[in-house]
């Protein structure tokens, strides 16, 4: 381990070293290149063929898991609730834009403009997850904690029961007739949009509210913080991130029964959500990533690899509780003066000479 | 009105399971306050342990009497168990009780997946009978038809949820676990070996999962997944009652046996059971969060 960390650190180190070599508008453009890069990227390869359709399929997952572990990771990791019911907020999302593309749009003869539709279809069905949030809202002013948990697993378990009883939308055979409308790029495009929205969301007055409320509740009401609205906020943007992904989902696995929003599921997303470490954007991204592209390889040993996954999962939190990065951040996920290096600079300024000889600031 | 007593007689019968698990719920969540989300598994493991040794008794063992064989099953079935849960206890969660909180729940789910994969990687995936290890005999007493096994399940549940009931409020080892739950910090300084108390614990639960499930082996199928929903149904029978609460996990596990005994007689159809079982739980949580017994923890500032 020690040699792994020192390997790192060297890394670091260099590519420190490298980065501040370069002239200042290249570092400004260089993240936005990166999206615009790889948003390109994911319209041409799949179209050359350079990503064969497995690849296609597996980080479309990768990136529906994103976006899930993303907007749980606001809710778990950023305001310190424990929701264990994702998967029923991505049950409506994925109902209710199925419904609207197999249903509504060829009923008001809109059936060709179906591809253009999809991002309303995804919105509408983002928007009708986000009103369900309210319902785990509204209980989460009066429990906290376990009780909390129990009411969005019972929230998971009613919107599953009810899709299991509508007739009209397949019951528990499941609903199917979507166009497979999710490609690379779309996904691409919403993960773009969760990443930029959360990390602002984040980082913006209500986010501090919600961290407020992570570590003391009742602390951050007498500071004036609006803990009513701030819940609100936080539940109905993370089921409406819920619902996208849900939407996604349902097209481009084309069939959608109500068995796949069951309970293992929201497990899944707790689950990438630990490993990639709470608080965490960067954290989310690769716990989901590592995560579903794992399970992918794992995928020759059939049966075995669903036990030798949760077995991995509980020597990761024994050796490892706070996840791969629990409560850091990548440097460019940070808004400038909140980085360490600026931190550093006020510490020198200020504070340095009166803390002299105590351990340093721990960053983010 | 027969009907009804009939029903009421199934729902003690399946209640009884339900309480059995809770109790093992329960138990863990007042002494360490983890929800200890692997108990269903661990209950469904112990139906597979009454299920071989139960075939072996049958196949090999010398023509025993019916409830021999019923009782040996029984307590190889608690034995492994609750070995089995403190083996969970020791290598999974003791080296996380000064992690966060979270990562102890997640660790439990993790153990939880892994114990119903590896009996489906191991002994596979159809559902299985426990052998008639005692004899069904069917009888109608009053108009209401019953089984000596419906009679052997009430009773036998009941019997060991009195024993347990006494084991906590009698016994030193009773009165430790209370102490424990009542605050963690202190009781060990006052010489209670926390950690020998929360073994006994989890043995306790486990082993009376275990009694449960011998019991449901017999009037039920067994599949490695079955876990998932007893698991879940007696875990809201805990919460229901007010969960950390002995007597609360009982009332909920025999409230929940009347909620799906009763959904199809009410409603159309029984897949209604877990719609009207989740939403009683919403409803009781926003109008006693603390569940029926259990007592309201006020938040010091």
Known sequence: MGKVKSLISAFKERWDAFYSSWPEPVKRAAVPGLVAFFFLASIFF?????????WQQVLIYVGINIILTLSLNLVNGYMGEFSVGHAGFMAVGAYVSSILTVWVFPKLGLSQYTPYLFPLALIIGGLAAGLTGLVVAFPS???RGDYLAIVTLSWNMIVKSVLENIEAIGGPRGFMGMPKLTSLAWVYVWVVITIWLIRNLVYSN???GALSIREDEIAASLVSVDTRTVKIVT???????AGIAGGLYAHVLVFINPKAFSILKSTDILVMVYLGGIGSIGGSILGATVYTVLLELLRPLQVWRWVIGPLLLVFLMIFRPHGIMG??????????EERPESWRKERELFVLPKLAGSPPLRCC | MQTFFQQILN????????ALIALGYSMVYGIITLINFAHGDIFMVSTYVAFFVGSALMAYAFKLPGLITFLLTMLASMFFTAFLAVMIERFAYRPLRKAPRVSAVITALGVGLFLENFTLATIGPHPRFLPPIIPVHRFTIFGIATSNIQLIIIFVSAIVMFLLDTIVRRTMVGMAMRAISWDKFTVPLMGVPMDRIISITFALGASIAAVGGTLYGFVYTIDPYMGIRIGWWAF???VIGGIGNIRGAMLGGYLLGLVEIFTPVILPSSTYRDFVAFSLLLLLLIFRPYGLLGRPVTMKV
């Open chain 1, 235 to 241: 539940f109905v943007i993370a089921s409406f991130f």
């Open chain 1, 327 to 336: 409560m850091r951040e990548w440097k460019f996920l940070m808004p400038p």
């Open chain 2, 236 to 238: 809201i029978s805990a």
């Open chain 1, 141 to 143: 002013f009066r429990t």
């Open chain 2, 11 to 18: 729902a003690l019968q399946l209640g009884s399971v339900y």
């Open chain 1, 46 to 54: 799949p179209a050359w063929g350079i990503i064969n359709l497995y």
């Open chain 1, 206 to 208: 209500y986010g501090r």
